[in-house]
């Protein structure tokens, strides 16, 4: 016999839990407050996890291939850097122009070269660490430190929910393993709760304990269903009729209930016809991981889902690594991780615009920083990785609301530091927001007497992106 316990229990650790996080609100925290005129409706984030590097994807750099092997100029100092300062590298993959914007785009990646004119390219990012949790932590939250909402949380805040019977803010991390920083990756920081993000498996089933571990009759799921608001009503009685935690888990119930029609609806990628599997690289080991991601991201937000977070990289550390972090041999690293994504993340792209998503649906494309142009020694290398470079580094963004086929700024000649229009994360956030519908400055919730901001005092929308 399933007891009210087996029921809490369920709802303390599967889908209950998930239900009450997303209903743990008042009416007041989900703040419906476009207050610029939206571009987009709904976004998804692919982030690369341990630092991708620019000059061998996005940001070609000529000069390198005449400097091959040569030392870097006498300003290029050690600050930041965690090993000794080898010779300048070339790019091990060639560059080539792509489309009708001209757009240079290595061989690293070449299903989204084929995209070039759909992408929004911003070459001139800056961060403020070299440290991959801070830094992780910075390109999510706009603060190098955890306990500060991710932006998936804000926009949770600030725009709630379009569904009912789904989240607005879902993860999928790597199936190898959770980024540094963990579930802090993706918090709610000191928003309430409802605007944490959720997690949903990276392989099999999306949510955990979906149904009660025993099969339970119509008759007797809707007795104990019952039996349990009765005495949620009499607990409200005796309490004199208001407790926001209690009411928010009898309403996270009924998520509950909705949830396992949805979920199971939303993550049959067998109802996808094989054109569109296919596309993805579902049928293909190397890239079936993020396909099958990629493929329930589109359906997510095809029903009401505000933004869903990709993770590419599992945990640091390893051999070899299962993250961007080239730094014992770019080739093998940067080979591996592009062709897990570079085909899924281009299928998006195509699959968003062809259904017609693409035009109000905001994809970007980031990663904590970049790696330096020249090779590491020490710690055991032998000069073919790269080191974290935060200086300067590459991101994209495409969809609603953007210039598309574009470069925005500039690294010096040898890709190190941002030389021209630089990008901070408070500008790139800035501007996300903004073709939400919301002005950055606006949004903020006030905390140990601060009102705080995504983009804490910072941030310029970058208008130069903007169509």
Avoid at 280 to 304: V, W
Wanted: charged share 20%; aromatic share 8%; net charge neutral.
């Amino acid at each position: 016999m399933t007891t009210r316990r087996d029921i809490l229990n369920w709802g303390g650790a599967g889908l209950g839990a998930t239900a009450f996080a997303h209903l743990l609100r008042t009416d007041a925290d989900a703040r419906a407050i476009p207050n610029v005129a939206p571009r987009a409706k709904r976004a998804i984030n692919i982030c690369l996890v341990g630092g991708l590097s620019q000059v061998d994807s996005f940001d070609h750099k000529p000069a390198l291939e005449k400097l091959d092997g040569k030392s870097p100029p006498a300003e290029v100092n050690s600050d930041g850097v965690f090993f000794r300062i080898g010779n300048l590298r070339k790019s091990d993959w060639r560059f080539a122009r792509h489309g009708a914007s001209g757009l240079g785009i290595s061989a690293l990646f070449p299903h989204l070269a084929k995209l070039a004119d759909e992408l929004t390219v911003i070459r001139s990012m800056r961060g403020a660490t070299n440290m991959h949790t801070p830094a992780l932590f910075l390109c999510n939250s706009g603060f190098p430190l955890n306990g500060f909402p991710t932006v998936g949380s804000w926009l949770s805040y600030g725009l709630g929910s379009p569904s009912d019977s789904l989240p607005a803010y879902v993860v999928i991390p790597d199936r190898r393993g959770a980024p540094s920083g963990g579930a802090s990756t993706w918090g709610h920081g000191f928003l309430p709760a409802s605007h944490q993000g959720v997690r949903f498996q990276a392989a099999g089933a999306p949510i955990r304990n979906l149904f009660p571990p025993r099969p339970v009759s119509d008759k007797l799921a809707q007795d104990t269903q019952a039996l349990g608001n009765l005495i949620d009503r009499a607990q409200l009685g005796r309490i004199g009729g208001e407790d926001a935690v209690l009411d928010a888990r009898l309403r996270s119930y009924e998520l509950a209930a909705r949830m396992q029609l949805s979920v199971p609806e939303m993550s049959d990628i067998g109802s996808e016809p094989e054109s569109i599997t296919r596309l993805y690289g579902l049928d293909q080991a190397p890239t079936k991981d993020f396909a099958r991601n990629c493929i329930l991201a589109r359906r997510m937000l095809e029903r009401g889902v505000r933004f869903v977070q990709l993770f590419s990289g599992g945990a640091l550390g390893g051999k070899p690594r299962t993250s961007w972090d080239g730094h014992e041999n770019m080739v093998p690293n940067h080979t591996r991780e592009a062709l897990r994504i570079d085909q899924p993340v281009a299928a998006l792209l195509t699959d968003l615009k062809q259904r017609g998503m693409l035009d109000d649906t905001l994809v970007t494309f980031t990663t904590e920083f970049g790696r330096t142009p020249f090779s590491e020694v020490g710690g055991g290398q032998e000069g073919n990785g790269r080191d974290h470079n935060s200086a300067g580094f590459t991101v994209w963004m495409a969809g609603g609301g953007l210039r598309p086929g574009i470069a925005h700024g500039e690294t010096d000649e040898i890709g190190f530091s941002a030389a021209k229009d630089v990008v901070t994360w408070h500008d790139f956030h800035a501007t996300m927001l903004h073709l939400l519908g919301i002005d950055h400055a606006k949004l903020s919730y006030y905390h140990n007497g601060i009102e705080r901001r995504l983009t804490n005092v910072h941030g310029e929308v970058v208008r130069e992106l903007l169509a």
